[in-house]
């Protein structure tokens, strides 16, 4: 027998087998179809069009249609499930925000079947965004308003009825959190104007932007903005009784947006001197002046913080008011504190130091929050994470740094890292390049999961399809595994419209 029809057996034989299994299993059409690149294990549209259908029919309150949506919906989490395992990457999330429309009946069940249609196996839901919780008017303990405050609605559960529905369709559902952003209600609170971040101006996050209209480069609004001091105890206070009523739900996960300062507009998106720095709040200046390892230290950064500056005549006059501490130190040193050490020297001058010690004061405060907040999620054995822009660590110059302050670098290696891959250059290469700089500088085993922007099979906002984007990232970065996408609201703009301003 020839080679050739050898060969040419051996072809039929693989045709046959794959014939064979694709009318076992119809499903596995879209996993091998992108098997040797990235799978979407999208749902075939017959299998979405005959479970639409008895969707549809459970809302007439058709019994047997509600017996057999179930067996379907078990059978489609079944397989998505089944195609995850087999290839890359294994988890794909989308972001999702609920607005009053959703409270209609069945609007959970639609929106969900749309997304494990597409392939996802993770939602990642908002639930505490621009001032307001995803949780019950009538059974909220937090400091923030219901985000639904539709009569009638009162003890309607959205998030706890989201997790349920997701996990009965294979979706593992993480809560999604602003972290010190607090949004602008909340600054409205006469009883918590103490509470909010303040720079050496005076300012507010919500002063300082006097024109509150404007949006900054992510289209991203100043309006719903309110970000608190992080060294504040009623600020913990305050979020962790809102995470406790969260981790109540049960959710599988909780990750933590607006990890960081605010973005100044133009030149003050660069802090280039202390009085840029958010950390003129009573409890973050006194946490920078406890840091000082002797009096004269805390004098001359008492001094720093009020005047933005030191003189030869403000240290001589200090060391000669404490004799006694000749040959005591400022303030620590590197080897004393691992967040100061993070940041590049500037140079040996006091004043030098000084900035430089401000700059970790106010990461460490971005730090320690994010630190105290984790730890109650992870203490039930889910999932923590930190969402952030690759750019929000780095020095701008010789002096300034990203008015973000998001010490990213930092961050644990035990809790998931979701950076932002929002780069926009028209290209793919702009993305994986952010995303190549975390995983470069992430501590080994940590695990790093691009949030991506866009929409699939089409160009949006100047940013390539997902299929490009995550294709050129895991051709670049094989380990990733994991990607999430922003958002639901991109991937059906009509949809989400009426989703908006629906009649009740």
């Given amino acids: 027998m020839s080679n050739l029809m050898i060969q040419q057996r051996h072809f039929l034989g ?4 794959f014939l064979i299994a694709i009318s076992l299993n119809p499903f596995l059409l879209i996993s091998v179809a992108h098997s040797q690149t990235l799978a979407q294990c999208k749902l075939s549209p017959q299998a979405i069009a005959q479970k639409e259908s008895l969707r549809q029919a459970v809302l007439t309150g058709d019994s047997q249609a509600l017996k057999n949506y179930n067996i379907i919906l078990t059978q489609h989490a079944q397989q998505v499930n089944q195609c995850r395992q087999q290839i890359n990457p294994k988890n794909q999330a989308i972001w999702l925000r609920l607005y009053p429309c959703d409270t209609r009946t069945g609007e959970i069940d639609r929106i969900l079947d749309n997304i494990i249609n597409r392939g996802y196996n993770k939602v990642y839901l908002e639930v505490f965004y621009d001032g307001q919780v995803l949780l019950p008017s009538s059974k909220n303990p937090t400091a923030w308003p219901a985000a639904i405050r539709i009569p009638g609605t009162e003890n309607q559960d959205l998030l706890a009825e989201t997790i349920q529905k997701g996990r009965q369709r294979g979706l593992k559902v993480y809560a999604w959190m602003f972290m010190l952003n607090y949004g602008y209600t909340y600054t409205l609170k006469p009883d918590r104007t103490s509470v909010l ?5 005076g300012e507010t996050t919500t002063t300082a932007v006097l024109d509150q209209t404007k949006i900054d480069e992510y289209g991203e609004s100043f309006v719903n903005q309110g970000f608190v001091d992080p060294y504040h105890p009623v600020a913990r206070q305050d979020y962790l009784t809102l995470l406790n009523a969260i981790l109540q739900r049960r959710p599988d996960g909780v990750l933590f947006d607006y ?3 605010p973005k100044g507009l133009g030149a003050d998106s660069v802090a280039s001197k202390v009085k840029d720095l958010w950390i003129y709040g009573e409890y973050a200046q006194q946490a920078f002046l406890n840091r000082a390892s002797s009096q004269k230290g805390r004098d001359l950064m008492q001094r720093f913080l009020q005047q ?3 003189t030869e005549i403000d240290v001589k006059t200090v060391n000669e008011k404490y004799p006694d501490e000749k040959d005591k ?4 040193d590197e080897k004393e504190w691992k967040t100061l050490a993070s940041i590049p020297k500037m140079g040996e001058t006091l004043q030098l130091q000084l900035w430089r010690l401000s700059v970790a004061h ?3 405060g971005v730090l320690d929050f994010l630190a105290l907040v984790s730890q109650p999620v992870q203490s039930q054995g889910i999932p923590a994470g930190a969402v952030f822009f690759p750019e929000g660590n780095r020095r701008i110059g010789q002096m300034g740094f990203d008015s973000r302050m998001q010490p990213w670098d930092q961050f644990s290696p035990s809790i998931e890292w979701h950076p932002m891959s929002y780069a926009v250059c028209g290209q793919v290469n702009c993305i994986t390049a952010q995303v190549q700089q975390v995983v470069t500088q992430a501590p080994p085993g940590t695990q790093v999961i691009p949030a991506l922007a866009g929409d699939w099979g089409k160009s949006i906002k100047n940013r390539p399809s997902l299929q490009q984007q995550m294709a050129d990232i895991y051709a670049t970065i094989p380990q990733i595994n994991a990607f999430s ?10 949809e989400t419209r009426q989703r908006k301003f629906c009649k009740q």
């Fill in 14 to 17: 693989l045709l046959l087998n």
């Fill in 197 to 201: 971040a303040v720079n050496g101006k």
């Fill in 259 to 261: 990890v960081r300062y």
């Fill in 308 to 310: 933005g500056f030191i």
């Fill in 329 to 332: 130190p400022y303030w620590p």
């Fill in 362 to 364: 106010a990461r460490q």
């Fill in 485 to 494: 996408h922003y958002g639901y609201d991109w991937q059906d703009s009509e």
